[in-house]
């Protein structure tokens, strides 16, 4: 029963703006929506996350729709970096539930 | 701070063999987790903490089991391996079970044969 869905693969050019989608529409009100990556196999990263208003940080910005059932993750001036597995992760009842996340491939 | 450590990075074991996963934290989270990822898939929960003599299951907790003696060290103990449980293994740790971002380890590559 997934709780996120997301595309499995993207690619943005080096230095352009990467948007990442992410749908959850079976969020519940109180549940916060985060975003991790995943560089090769290394330990997950955390970015950023959010309840219902947008949100942004120093490596990204979060954009949640109104009726929460969708975000964004928008990394603003992609570079080679950033290439990584990226994850939209639901969290209920104190759990995260990762998907299979989105590969996004930073092209030079 | 060393953040989160876990010991040891690669390991090998014949079916039926146990071993003893660990992980340790040194910033005092009372949150504390272990996550197994297999090939092409996102991560899933085996077990949690929220504290000290405190665990509980996740979503896929058969095979494994855990203790919580100290705030610092969270082992997961594989009680008799089996191939299905060749995976990598994160564990995490966090302020808390509320909104906290939680801090993952480098992982453990298992092999079981």
């Known amino acids: 029963d997934a709780k996120t869905t997301q595309p499995p693969s993207m690619d943005c050019a080096e230095g352009r703006a990467a948007n990442l989608p992410c749908n959850h529409s079976?969020?519940?009100?109180?549940?916060?929506v985060y975003w991790y990556r995943q560089i090769h196999s290394q330990g997950p990263q955390y970015i950023i996350h959010?309840?219902?208003n947008n949100e942004t940080n120093e490596m990204a910005s979060l954009i949640i729709t109104e009726d929460r059932k969708s975000s964004t993750l928008i990394l603003p001036h992609a570079t080679l970096r950033d290439t990584a597995v990226y994850y939209c992760i639901v969290r209920v009842q104190g759990q995260f539930y990762f998907g299979t996340g989105t590969s996004l491939t930073v092209i030079p | 701070n060393a953040g989160v450590t876990q010991t040891p990075k690669f390991q090998v074991l014949k079916t039926g063999q146990s071993m003893t996963l660990q992980c340790a934290q040194d910033?005092?989270?009372?949150?504390m987790s272990w996550y197994r990822q297999d090939p092409g898939m996102g991560l899933r929960l085996i077990h949690y903490s929220v504290g000290a003599g405190i665990t509980d299951q996740g979503e896929v907790p058969n095979g494994y089991n855990v203790s919580r003696s100290t705030t610092e060290d969270f082992p997961l103990r594989l009680l008799s391996a089996a191939p299905s449980q060749t995976s990598v293994y994160f564990c995490a740790s966090s302020y808390g079970r509320g909104t906290y971002e939680q801090y993952f380890g480098p992982g453990t590559r298992l092999t079981v044969t």
């Open positions: 910033m005092n989270h009372e949150y």
């Open positions: 959010g309840l219902k």
């Open positions: 079976t969020i519940s009100g109180n549940e916060y």
